[in-house]
């Protein structure tokens, strides 16, 4: 079955214990993104990757990392979190995002609270 | 750069009545649009997409939206709604070109509500 794949999909963390949420997809795209969803601000995006070693930042990368050795993965690492990253997060892939009919397709999120 | 403005936060309606959840957008450069819905605890699943060509689109569930190009406008409808169409949209923006083309920037979401 074609998807993308979130884990942990709950976490309870505490301030500055270094997490990584992985993402993986099985449909051989090369557009990979991460979002996050808070109440009343909607969906917004923290990295993207157009393919393999190729990552830029979306509209609130602070305090996140990435990584895209491959091109199935695309991990989010919170080096220190902090409680104001306590949000659902959400990843999403498109077999390209340039040009043209690419829909995305969205992980079941990871629900992420930092005490 | 794009924006996206949904200008309802909340909409409730009774069942069997035609709904429409507003949106709007910016953009300097042609763009694709598109209609995303989530359940409650349920990831995003596309509702419906404009790239080009005809102004009225029709999507899953019995939805349709309509591009208005002089209004920066992509209003989301349905004429009759069920129970089961309760959860919450999210419309999005995406350049066809340049920097934006890599951006996929959604609305702050519409919370649709169907009373019986």
């Known amino acids: 079955e074609a998807q993308v794949t979130q884990n942990p999909r709950y976490l309870i963390t505490v301030t500055g214990k270094k997490l990584t949420v992985t993402c993986s997809q099985n449909?051989?795209?090369?557009?990979m993104s991460w979002y996050r969803q808070d109440p009343g601000l909607g969906l917004r995006q923290i990295y993207y990757?157009?393919?393999?070693?190729?990552?830029d930042k979306g509209d609130v990368p602070e305090g996140y990392k990435v990584s895209r050795k491959e091109k199935r993965n695309f991990p989010l690492i919170l080096e220190s979190p902090s409680p104001n990253q306590t949000s659902l997060y959400f990843c999403?892939?498109?077999?390209?995002?340039?040009?043209?009919?690419?829909?995305?397709?969205f992980g079941p999120g990871t629900r992420l609270t930092v005490l | 750069a794009q924006s996206v403005t949904q200008l309802d936060s909340q909409v409730p309606v009774f069942e069997e009545a035609p709904v429409e959840l507003r949106c709007n957008y910016s953009?300097?450069?042609?763009?694709?649009l598109f209609w995303y819905v989530q359940y409650p605890n349920q990831g995003l699943q596309l509702l419906l997409k404009?790239?080009?060509?005809?102004?009225l689109v029709k999507g899953i569930n019995g939805f349709e939206a309509e591009f208005n190009k002089s209004q920066t406008s992509f209003h989301l409808r349905k004429p009759s709604v069920h129970i089961s169409d309760t959860a919450e949209y999210f419309c999005?923006?995406?350049?066809?070109?340049?920097?934006?083309?890599?951006?996929?920037?959604f609305g702050k979401g519409t919370k649709l509500s169907v009373i019986p």
């Open positions: 999403a892939s498109s077999p390209r995002l340039a040009g043209g009919d690419n829909e995305q397709f």
């Open positions: 449909m051989n795209h090369e557009y």
């Open positions: 990757s157009m393919n393999v070693e190729a990552t």
């Open positions: 953009s300097s450069v042609s763009v694709y």
């Open positions: 404009y790239l080009s060509g005809s102004t």
């Open positions: 999005a923006v995406r350049s066809s070109s340049g920097a934006g083309s890599y951006q996929l920037t």
